[in-house]
């Protein structure tokens, strides 16, 4: 497990989002739910919009394992289609 | 060495330094940098050792007790070591049954010229060699036994491993460590010749249980330099050169992939290969985690391979198939292969087939070379990699197990340029080695007729990690990324790029 903190965050929030301060590239390459409301963020060092308060995260800030565990529920992965 | 790119920089020799074994060293400011390589256990009680570098300082006043290479005992004392005594002498610890410190003659080592040194414990003598001459001038008390080494230790360059610390200030290149006492004409090799270069420790028999190069193949993360020991370790314990020290880590809580574009000679064919050296972590979830290649189209028309659980491999095709294999855990390299000839499917574990009897399949998908991605299923933003990925390779025929076991190479990665079956190559991905950072992670396909480079998405530049069957590979401390310097022992003015990437070399050239 590394070190990293994740986020999921609100995609309303996504304008405030400073890409140079997470792990993700960009709004398009992030993960986001199924229902495409939510996004999740990583990070090393507590960015400054979310010190600032400019992004509020939803929920409990989660390590590694916790966010591996979310992505694995069906409100963030489907199926795979099998013919 | 001749040009190659390493993160961040290439590494452009003077053109008459091409083909030495060293053309870059790195530089320690003295105060806090240093190079520590930690669950090395080459030296554990071992009957007799020896290590070999090269330094060069001007500074022979506060470089006084100042420590180059450092292995400390199992007590966590000095074990092994060699610093500088004083503006005219070095001093080398030994621990054995006993505790000795040899001392040289005077020598003159602050003139700013590289000089070699051969520290050597027979068994019964503890010798200090400086540019090969036998310089030892009192060595008390004489020692006897093992050298006391613990299991694992942690090798520091630049600097003494226990609370002395004592940063050398100056250049340090080509740090080997050897479980035997060199020859002479061994330390004669090493020293090397102005025309040729420093000699290679990979060439010596038996070969070092450790050589960090220093210098010309060092990456930085960001934040450290990655400092590969090259003398990797095969399965059979055997000793060999690494040709691919570097991996990529991949988190798939941060939905880290690498996209290759569309690899359009992956289409419609009647055979092909794939392999690809895996680490995993986390938990593996079945069908929804752990993918490490895939391409195509749509779920019809598709392939992809995944780890299905620790001892099973998952093959999409148009459906899929699960083949069981040995058990594999957290935190390995494991060589997997996948050969489908066009009816039926073998998977290699290390280069052993796994299934007893051809899984039966259908043709190859006409469209798998589309969308190829490392670390994700296509087709979702999903099931992506978590862990370490390493020199993933697809080829356009089904090899043989001869060739995979070529490929597995005693569980050390090799060059695949030599290997049998280079003209059905497609395309490869060493990941790590020979990828640049920028934003994203630029992975160059060594195969520059298809030339599919890959792009990471969400991956950040520390993803870079140590590669497949090395071990103790050190990591800097207190750098910041341009302590490479272009000098070497009989090597001067060689170049590094500025802002360069790794797809920055070109073949167009004045004719």
Redesign the interface.
Same mark, same amino acid.
């Given at each position: +497990?590394?070190n990293?903190s994740?986020i999921v965050i609100s995609l309303s929030s996504t304008d405030s989002v400073l890409w140079s301060q997470v !792990?993700?590239? &960009?709004a398009q &390459? %992030?993960? %986001?739910n199924l229902a495409n409301t939510q996004g @999740?963020l990583?990070y !090393?060092v507590t960015p400054s919009f979310i010190s600032d308060g400019s992004v509020v995260p939803v929920g409990d800030i989660m390590n590694?394992?916790e966010? @591996?565990e979310l @992505?694995?529920t069906s409100a963030? !992965? *489907? /199926? +795979? /289609? *099998? *013919? | 060495m001749s040009t190659q790119f390493t993160n961040r920089q290439w590494r452009l020799p003077n053109n008459e330094n091409k083909d030495k074994q060293s053309n870059y060293s790195m530089d320690f400011d003295g105060n806090v940098q240093h190079i520590k390589a930690s669950n090395f256990s080459g030296l554990a009680d071992k009957s007799s050792g020896s290590f070999s570098l090269w330094f060069k300082t001007t500074n022979t006043t506060s470089n006084a007790g100042k420590c180059i290479l450092s292995i400390p005992y199992s007590g966590g004392g000095n074990g092994f070591d060699i610093y500088i005594n004083n503006s005219t002498s070095l001093k080398s610890y030994l621990k054995t049954s006993t505790f000795t410190t040899t001392t040289t003659n005077t020598i003159t080592y602050g003139d700013s010229n590289w000089h070699h040194v051969a520290v050597v414990y027979d068994g019964s003598t503890h010798k200090i060699y400086f540019d090969t001459v036998d310089v030892t001038n009192t060595s008390t008390p004489s020692p006897s036994g093992a050298i006391a080494a613990s299991t694992v230790n942690t090798i520091e360059i630049g600097r003494f491993s226990t609370s002395y610390q004592n940063e050398f200030n100056g250049q340090i290149d080509g740090v080997a460590i050897f479980n035997y006492a060199l020859s002479t004409s061994q330390i004669t090799t090493l020293y090397g010749s102005s025309s040729t270069g420093i000699g290679n420790p990979m060439s010596l028999s038996p070969k070092p249980v450790a050589y960090y190069p220093l210098g010309d193949q060092d990456a930085f993360n960001g934040a450290n330099y990655l400092v590969p020991n090259i003398a990797a370790e095969e399965d059979d314990g055997d000793i060999a050169t690494s040709y691919s020290p570097y991996a990529l880590d991949f988190d798939a809580a941060s939905s880290n992939y690498i996209d290759c574009g569309n690899i359009t000679s992956l289409n419609n064919l009647s055979a092909f290969s794939t392999s690809t050296w895996i680490n995993y972590e986390g938990t593996i979830s079945g069908a929804s985690s752990h993918m490490f290649l895939s391409g195509g189209s749509a779920s019809n028309n598709r392939f992809y391979v995944q780890l299905y659980s620790s001892n099973q491999i998952r093959y999409g095709y148009n459906g899929n198939t699960i083949v069981t294999t040995s058990s594999m855990s957290v935190g390995n390299w494991y060589n997997i292969v996948t050969v489908h000839n066009g009816t039926s499917l073998d998977v290699y574990l290390n280069g052993v087939k796994q299934n007893t009897s051809p899984v039966t399949v259908v043709a190859p998908s006409t469209n798998i070379g589309n969308n190829f991605q490392i670390g994700k299923y296509f087709a979702l933003s999903s099931y992506y990699w978590d862990g370490k990925l390493s020199n993933a390779s697809i080829w356009n025929t089904d090899l043989t197990s001869s060739q995979v076991t070529e490929l597995y190479n005693e569980g050390v990665p090799s060059n695949l340029n030599n290997h049998s079956a280079y003209s059905n190559l497609v395309s490869w991905w060493q990941l790590g080695s020979n990828s640049s950072f920028n934003t994203n992670w630029t992975v160059l396909d060594e195969v520059t007729a298809s030339g599919n480079n890959g792009t990471s998405s969400n991956m950040t530049e520390d993803d870079i990690v140590d590669g497949v069957g090395s071990y103790a590979n050190g990591l800097s401390s207190g750098m910041g990324g341009d302590e490479v310097i272009g000098d070497a022992p009989y090597s001067t003015a060689n170049s590094l790029s500025v802002n360069m990437d790794v797809l920055d070399r070109v073949t167009d050239t004045p004719s």
């Open positions: +497990m590394n990293r994740y !792990s993700q590239s &960009s &390459s %992030r993960g %986001r @999740l990583s !090393s590694q394992t966010a @591996l @992505l694995q963030w !992965s *489907e /199926p +795979m /289609p *099998e *013919e | -």
